[in-house]
């Protein structure tokens, strides 16, 4: 296990679209973070908001082969990794529940349905989805629950909004941005949006999930976030190392904004897990966490 990579490659415009990469380790990583910020929430004295900016589909039909199997399909039959009680134990457990399959997984739960179990009644749940085949989906998933509010538009356009209303209602806020990164623009609309939407409040909690296959754009968005006054802190997990160009990811990392107390402890520990059941080439994986101050 290595702390820090420094490797750099040319990278092809990606396409990291719910429907065709559930369950790859891009999924296992951000959703294993997710849950446990949620498990922070939960316990809370306050209603929470739960803001997911893409949120594709609840469930997710896994076929015979796929990403799936460098992801979920590692840890699925592990009787290891839920013997506690630690994000990864939980996370999987949830997958368990949520999904189905015996000797391999057979559907993935997306991050609406992941919310829905962890958050309480009380809850509420602002589910944005742009395409129209997927919110049908969606609804149709989710009809009933009346926590559950699901609009078809640009979840970056109407984040700042949505975050300043739900805190104006004394809500404890938690946004997940997960955009499918299909354009090359993105690296820079993404974190805009974020911040004008950290602008807007106060004390509401991000989680930016990105791709990694080089260095150059993640730490070029870091660098934009910084310099328009958002703190933050990465956790950064590649399975695959970068110098190995394939079509599939070689990692993924999550950048928390207003992190709740003990979730770096806990990604961290959550870390070595995954990386050692997900890695590609037995044994090399690496593992990222930096953080920085707004800029003066």
Same mark, same amino acid.
């Given at each position: 296990?290595?702390?820090?990579?420094? /490797?750099?490659?040319?990278?092809?415009?990606?396409?990291?679209?719910? %429907?065709?990469?559930?369950?790859? $380790?891009?999924?296992?990583?951000?959703?294993?973070? &997710? $849950?446990?910020? &949620?498990?922070?929430?939960?316990?809370?004295?306050?209603?929470?908001?739960?803001?997911?900016?893409?949120?594709?589909?609840?469930?997710?039909?896994?076929?015979?082969?796929?990403?799936?199997?460098?992801? #979920?399909?590692? =840890?699925?039959?592990?009787?290891?990794?839920?013997?506690?009680?630690?994000?990864?134990? /939980?996370?999987?457990?949830?997958?368990?529940?949520?999904?189905?399959?015996?000797? /391999?997984?057979?559907?993935?739960?997306?991050?609406?349905?992941?919310? /829905?179990? $962890?958050?309480?009644?009380?809850?509420?749940?602002?589910?944005?989805?742009?395409?129209?085949?997927?919110?049908?989906? &969606?609804?149709?998933? &989710?009809?009933?629950?009346?926590?559950?509010?699901?609009?078809?538009?640009?979840?970056?356009?109407?984040?700042?909004?949505?975050?300043?209303?739900?805190?104006?209602?004394?809500?404890?806020?938690?946004?997940?941005?997960?955009?499918? *990164?299909?354009?090359?623009?993105? *690296?820079?609309?993404?974190?805009?949006?974020?911040?004008?939407?950290?602008?807007?409040?106060?004390?509401?909690?991000?989680?930016?999930?990105?791709?990694?296959?080089?260095?150059?754009?993640?730490?070029?968005?870091?660098?934009?976030?910084?310099?328009?006054?958002?703190?933050?802190? #990465?956790?950064?997990? #590649?399975?695959?190392?970068?110098?190995?160009?394939?079509?599939? =990811?070689?990692?993924?990392?999550?950048?928390? $904004? %207003?992190?709740?107390?003990?979730?770096?402890?806990?990604?961290?520990?959550?870390?070595?897990?995954?990386?050692?059941?997900?890695?590609?080439?037995?044994?090399? *994986?690496?593992?990222?966490?930096?953080?920085?101050?707004?800029?003066?």
């Amino acid at each position: 296990m290595t702390n820090e990579h420094s /490797r750099y490659r040319p990278e092809a415009t990606p396409d990291y679209s719910h %429907r065709f990469h559930a369950g790859n $380790v891009g999924d296992v990583w951000k959703h294993c973070v &997710l $849950v446990d910020v &949620l498990s922070r929430a939960a316990v809370g004295a306050r209603r929470v908001t739960f803001i997911d900016t893409h949120a594709g589909e609840a469930s997710y039909r896994l076929g015979p082969t796929g990403e799936w199997s460098e992801g #979920i399909g590692r =840890l699925w039959t592990d009787d290891s990794s839920v013997a506690g009680d630690d994000a990864v134990a /939980r996370y999987i457990a949830l997958c368990r529940r949520l999904g189905s399959g015996g000797a /391999r997984p057979e559907r993935y739960p997306g991050s609406p349905a992941l919310a /829905r179990a $962890v958050l309480s009644a009380d809850a509420s749940l602002a589910l944005w989805e742009r395409d129209s085949a997927t919110a049908a989906s &969606l609804r149709e998933t &989710l009809h009933g629950d009346v926590r559950a509010r699901i609009e078809e538009t640009d979840g970056l356009a109407s984040l700042a909004d949505a975050v300043g209303e739900a805190e104006s209602a004394g809500d404890e806020v938690i946004v997940l941005i997960d955009p499918p *990164w299909t354009q090359k623009s993105d *690296w820079a609309v993404v974190p805009d949006a974020l911040a004008r939407a950290f602008a807007a409040s106060s004390h509401t909690s991000f989680l930016l999930w990105y791709p990694v296959k080089s260095l150059t754009r993640p730490n070029a968005m870091f660098a934009r976030l910084a310099a328009a006054g958002v703190p933050g802190t #990465i956790a950064e997990l #590649i399975t695959t190392p970068l110098e190995h160009q394939r079509q599939r =990811l070689n990692g993924s990392g999550v950048l928390l $904004v %207003r992190p709740p107390s003990g979730l770096t402890a806990a990604i961290a520990a959550a870390a070595p897990v995954i990386g050692e059941r997900c890695a590609t080439r037995a044994g090399t *994986w690496s593992f990222r966490v930096q953080s920085w101050t707004a800029a003066s």
